[in-house]
């Protein structure tokens, strides 16, 4: 496989988890000047927050560690978007399923944190999850704010995982 060179993050409603991917994201390529070479962009599986920054909570927590997010929420386009990225990296399972329902090819979803080290021994020798969502990263939307420093933890991992593959 060629290395991907345009990606997408993508969650339920693109103001926490994929915007902080995103913002994550672009931080690390920026810093292993790699980022010229991709094109980054996140979108929402719903249309609750179209137009709309990210929770406070995801940029006070993505801000502690020097980390901007660019993101204004859009919704998933499948007439567009899955022509354009060549991966669409999924959340959690169920935007992975909602992904395929909406007509994207299984070749170009991946769960996130399939990249995190930390979440190797959660896949079997086929790279799926032990158990149902044992990957997924969690929604932190309804908890509190370690919720969002959890997330964080997690995209920091996985994006760096992301980068040493696709570098
Ligand atoms: P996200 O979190 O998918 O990580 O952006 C959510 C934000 C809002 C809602 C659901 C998830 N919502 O139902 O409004």
Redesign the pocket.
């Known amino acids: 496989m060629t290395p991907p060179r345009s990606l997408l993050f993508v ?10 991917a995103e913002g994550i994201f672009i931080h690390h390529a920026k810093m292993r000047q790699v980022l010229e070479n991709l094109a980054v962009d996140s979108c ?3 249309s ?2 179209v137009g709309q920054s ?2 406070p909570r ?1 940029i006070a927590t993505c801000a502690k560690h020097g980390i901007e997010l660019p993101s204004i ?1 859009r919704q998933f386009a499948p007439s567009t978007d899955i022509e354009r990225f060549d991966l669409l990296l999924a ?1 959690d399972e169920t ?1 992975a399923k909602t992904l395929e329902k909406r007509g994207a090819p299984r070749s170009k979803i991946r769960l996130m944190r399939s990249f995190d080290v930390a979440a190797e021994q959660l896949l079997d020798d086929q790279g799926q999850p032990t158990q149902t969502g044992a990957i997924d ?1 969690p ?4 908890g509190g704010d370690d919720g969002f420093d959890q ?1 964080f933890e997690m995209l920091t991992r996985a994006c760096e995982g992301l980068l040493d593959q696709i570098d």
Do not use: K
Request: proline share 11%.
């Open positions: 969650c339920l409603g693109n103001i926490c988890r994929s915007p902080m929402g599986l719903g609750w927050h990210p929770d995801a929420a959340m935007n990263v929604d932190p939307y309804y997330v």
